[in-house]
């Protein structure tokens, strides 16, 4: 597994879709929420959760974690098709037209546009994508799949107060009402000590799934697309409810982080890739000025005097 794909793969981590998106039509301000990979980076490093969610500094973007974004869309796109239709050449067809939309996207053309030979390694890079959904075909007959939703907004407030939000890749519901909750990877097949950090975020989706339809999830299913390999995992009840404990664990403790302004960095082989070590102390610098108003304004609670410096 990379590293990037510690971090739940996701492929904008300072514009968490879960933290940004709303159902069509809704103007209201959201309250605080936790999503999976903001949870999975305040595990990581409460001062990156920090300067991802409360002062949203801005990240790179990497080609690795674009052609990401670029192999899900196509994918998602895929299943618009009727499923006679689903074919390789049809995906491989799909991989253009999803560049030339993604591409739009502030700073993503200048990835290629500012390297040497930039049209010969923008060309490999998309061969690079349409091999990955080309491997998608050996683990899924996406001409026997009718997904229920793609791109799903799943969320549910817990009795405590707590807001869950994320996003599904794809929801299957068999016709028994059994759900499978699928989601792709570009990275490859975890080691067997990293597979709970791999799961972390399908249990996410399958206590959402589980609060707001009453069904435990029959598999959680993580399609590696690198190493064209699949974990499959079968939750249950109590691992869910132990799972639930676990979350609000986590909020209280990023509540708490947020009402004094102490987030402590915690350093890591991780911190390579970090686009914050300049503000981190860990590396000899100085965090800005805790955004107190910000974190007001966003629905936190915080002591933190709004002029502190």
């Known amino acids: 597994m990379t590293t990037t794909d510690l971090a739940l793969d996701v492929t904008d981590p300072a514009a968490d879709p879960a933290d940004q998106r709303t159902t069509a039509g809704d103007t209201t301000p959201r309250r605080p929420s936790l999503s999976p990979s903001r949870a999975a980076d305040f595990k990581t490093c409460p001062l990156l959760y920090r300067f991802r969610t409360i002062d949203r500094l801005p990240e790179k973007k990497s080609r690795a974690a674009v052609r990401g974004t670029l192999v899900h869309t196509v994918l998602e796109k895929l299943y618009d098709l009727p499923p006679a239709e689903r074919t390789v050449a049809a995906a491989r067809d799909l991989v253009d037209p999803a560049w030339a939309e993604l591409r739009e996207e502030p700073g993503v053309a200048d990835l ?62 068999a016709r028994n009402g059994a759900l499978r909750v699928v989601d792709y990877k570009t990275g490859g097949m975890p080691r067997e000590a990293f597979e709970s950090k791999a799961l972390f975020q399908m249990k996410f989706y399958a206590l959402v799934l589980w609060r707001t339809r009453g069904v435990v999830a029959a598999q959680l299913k993580l399609i590696y697309l690198k190493d064209g390999d699949v974990l499959t995992y079968a939750p249950d009840e109590p691992e869910l409810l132990r799972f639930e404990r676990t979350l609000q664990a986590i909020w209280a403790a990023i509540a708490k982080a947020v009402e004094t302004g102490d987030f402590r960095p915690n350093r890591s082989r991780l911190c390579s890739w970090c686009d914050h070590q300049a503000f981190c102390p860990s590396f000899g610098g100085t965090p800005p000025r805790f955004p107190a108003e910000a974190a007001a304004a966003a629905g936190w609670r915080t002591t933190v005097p709004v002029t502190a410096v």
């Open 112 to 173: 290629f546009e500012a390297a040497e030979a930039g049209e010969t390694e923008l060309a490999g890079w998309l061969d690079s994508a349409g091999a990955l959904v080309e491997t998608y075909f050996r683990l899924e007959d996406p001409t026997r799949i009718q997904p229920e939703g793609r791109e799903e907004l799943v969320e549910v407030t817990l009795p405590d107060g707590l807001l869950l939000r994320g996003f599904v890749d794809r929801l299957d519901v």
